[in-house]
């Protein structure tokens, strides 16, 4: 007779996963409260669900803040160089559209660029020991190189957001308890084999 609660079972490892998903946003979510904190959080977040994945871990707090102790010094410089960047693109955004609307669209491209370089990015951290410039390197050219896997997560953790956003009274509580961490699950999903070619 099969165990009620057989972790084999397709719906109990999904339920797992999700249990381990929703424990992880509410902890990346509090701890990225001083803003400052962010990326040590997201780089955290990421290494957890990395060994999710892979089926090398059974616990998530305590993976968490470990890798957000070992990871905090590069992912905070990487998540500042990040919002510099993200601030830049806003203003740029909004003085095309006061003066050359014709720029609008390159400068959406690249802010598109810049996110889906930040996501290699906090998960080459979470994996990899580089140099912030290296890291940063090697996230560009894996978001160009792997560009079918980059448009698949951009269209998902921007689709998610923007769904979520335009149907607020359901997508607010979609956000809170899965708005970081299913995109990075997703994320990780599509970038496991990348990692094997990377390591092998």
């Not at 609008?104 to 996110?115: E, K, N």
């Not at 580089?130 to 998902?156: C, D, Q, S």
Request: contains cysteine.
């Amino acid at each position: 007779m099969k165990k009620l609660f057989d972790m084999d079972n397709p719906f109990w490892r999904a339920l797992s996963v999700a249990a381990d998903l929703l424990i992880l946003n509410l902890l990346a979510l509090i701890c990225s409260l001083p803003v400052i904190t962010a990326g040590a959080a997201f780089t955290a977040m990421t290494d957890v669900i990395v060994h999710m994945v892979r089926k090398e871990e059974g616990y998530v707090a305590k993976p968490f803040f470990r890798a957000f102790a070992a990871n905090f010094k590069k992912a905070t410089l990487l998540w500042l160089l990040v919002l510099l960047a993200g601030g830049l693109l806003y203003f740029d955004y909004l003085a095309a559209a006061a003066y050359i609307p014709a720029l609008r669209l390159p400068i959406l491209a690249l802010s598109l660029l810049v996110l889906a370089a930040a996501m290699y990015a906090f998960a080459l951290l979470s994996r990899y020991e580089n140099t912030l410039f290296g890291t940063l390197k090697n996230a560009v050219i894996l978001a160009v190189g792997y560009f079918p896997r980059t448009l698949l997560m951009l269209v998902f953790a921007v689709g998610l957001w923007l769904l979520s956003l335009r149907f607020y009274s359901v997508g607010a509580p979609i956000l809170l308890l899965f708005g970081l961490s299913l995109p990075c699950y997703i994320d990780i999903l599509l970038l496991n084999s990348v990692f094997d070619k990377l390591e092998n």
